[in-house]
């Protein structure tokens, strides 16, 4: 079963607006990731944040964590065409001692130009 | 680096046939895994491994084995294809307690 869900499960906006995307989970957690996948290929590590953590940052993206309420949020901010994927959160399960990772169906992103 | 390697990318087979998707990786990670991705569901831990002959079952194991002798391949046999193992099978591996994963270009699966 899944352990992370997006939301929205579909996002379109214009180029240089920001996206918002919204993962819930059910279970205590020692870390959270966040992925992209391109149409036809495989997923790409993008950041993680681990639970002592609450906002993270990596160039263009903004991640928080809010354990409290089980949730996350990704920003992709001044986006661009190229950032059209899908966007996966995914969990690694407290004490569970290894990267045993539970992903969500994924938010689908469209830019246009 | 080549990272993550599946083959073959693309496969038809037929109900009851038998097949072997291969995945190596030259990363010397210790953890390997094999998740498959359909339309709607997301990803599905299938199998895993935490070191060579060390292998554990995910979330949806049926139908699928593994084995892990060496460090740098764990293939992913199907013993009799059904038409519900039609998918997307994405091989992936990381350093052990990291977490980030580094996934292959994935295999894709028709079983017809």
């Known amino acids: 079963s899944q352990q992370g869900e997006e939301d929205p499960q579909a996002l379109s906006i214009q180029e240089g607006e920001n996206a918002t995307m919204n993962c819930s989970y059910k279970t205590s957690i020692n870390n959270l990731q966040w992925y992209r996948q391109n149409s036809g290929r495989g997923l790409v590590h993008l950041i993680l944040i681990r639970s002592n953590e609450r906002e993270k940052h990596s160039g263009r993206l903004r991640v928080t964590l809010d354990t409290s309420k089980k949730s996350s949020s990704l920003l992709i901010t001044a986006s661009r065409a190229a950032d059209t994927a899908s966007y996966f959160c995914?969990?690694?399960?407290?004490?569970?001692?290894?990267?045993?990772?539970?992903f969500g169906k994924g938010t689908m992103l469209l830019v246009s130009p | 680096n080549a990272g993550v390697t599946q083959t073959p990318k693309f496969q038809v087979l037929k109900t009851g046939q038998s097949m072997t998707l291969q995945c190596a990786q030259d990363m010397n990670h210790e953890y390997m895994s094999w998740y498959r991705q359909d339309p709607g569901m997301g990803l599905r831990l299938i199998h895993y491994s935490v070191g060579a002959g060390i292998t554990d079952q995910g979330e949806v194991p049926n139908g699928y084995n593994v084995s892990r002798s060496t460090t740098e391949d764990f293939p992913l046999r199907l013993l009799s294809a059904a038409p519900s193992q039609t998918s997307v099978y994405f091989c992936?591996?990381?350093?052990?307690?990291?977490?980030?994963?580094?996934f292959g270009e994935g295999s894709r699966l028709t079983v017809l």
């Open positions: 995914a969990t690694d399960a407290l004490n569970s001692g290894y990267s045993t990772l539970t």
């Open positions: 992936a591996s990381s350093y052990r307690g990291t977490g980030e994963l580094f």
